[in-house]
T-cell receptor
Framework: AQSVTQPDIHITVSEGASLELRCNYS??????LFWYVQSPGQGLQLLLK??????LVQGIKGFEAEFKRSQSSFNLRKPSVHWSDAAEYFC????????????FGGGTRLMVKP | KAGVTQTPRYLIKTRGQQVTLSCSPI?????VSWYQQTPGQGLQFLFE???????NKGNFPGRFSGRQFSNSRSEMNVSTLELGDSALYLC???????????FGQGTRLTVV
């Protein structure tokens, strides 16, 4: 069975600073990996996805993530954070042999200081 | 193209009652999945429907059920509500057998 760990429950960064949110997964084969963002009371918005190929993937809102198989990681990065990025971020792993079910990490709540 | 639509957005129910939530997927998407989100358990998979058939089911009691109609719209039903069923219920739609899922805004269920 697959699993996802997001080690940081809360992260606070200053506006304009760089950001890295950590995600570690466990899955026997090559996983499909996703990052979603959720604003308070809202649904999940897909930021980016990794299926195969280039291990550095670009997403919306200036986010990128790097897949590192050797470390079982898929960390999310942004070079310069904006106040509007404050939200909760979820890493997820999916697999066709698991019926396309997504398994989510516990989430990281990002706060942005002015 | 319209996104995933969930209705209603908010619900308040009493313990012991039942509730039905609705989800309309993105046009052309035939797969609908349901997830429960709570502060304590996070996001948990409930079930997935594809072409009116349940394709996968999470680890939830039988009080949680669902169905999908021929137009791909899906409903989720929870019977004999418990306080612990208070949660944000999220629906996701998917095109065919792709893994990428698009989520709706959710239905916030409060059981009192």
């Amino acid at each position: 069975a697959q699993s996802v760990t997001q080690p940081d429950i809360h992260i606070t960064v200053s506006e304009g600073a760089s950001l890295e949110l950590r995600c570690n997964y466990s899955y026997g084969a090559t996983p499909y990996l996703f990052w979603y963002v959720q604003s308070p009371g809202q649904g999940l918005q897909l930021l980016l996805k990794y299926f195969s190929g280039d291990t550095l993937v670009q997403g919306i809102k200036g986010f990128e993530a790097e897949f590192k198989r050797s470390q079982s990681s898929f960390n999310l990065r942004k070079p310069s954070v904006h106040w509007s990025d404050a939200a909760e971020y979820f890493c997820a792993v999916g697999a066709i042999d698991a019926g396309n079910m997504l398994t989510f990490g516990g989430g990281t709540r990002l706060m942005v200081k002015p | 193209k319209a996104g995933v639509t969930q209705t209603p957005r908010y619900l308040i129910k009493t313990r012991g009652q039942q509730v039905t939530l609705s989800c309309s997927p993105i046009s052309g998407h035939r797969s609908v999945s349901w997830y429960q989100q709570t502060p304590g358990q996070g996001l948990q998979f409930l079930f997935e429907y594809f072409s009116e058939t349940q394709r996968n089911k999470g680890n939830f009691p039988g009080r949680f059920s669902g169905r999908q109609f021929s137009n791909s719209r899906s409903e989720m039903n929870v019977s004999t509500l418990e306080l612990g069923d208070s949660a944000l219920y999220l629906c996701a739609s998917r095109q065919g057998f792709q893994v990428e899922a698009f989520f709706g805004q959710g239905t916030r269920l409060t059981v009192v």
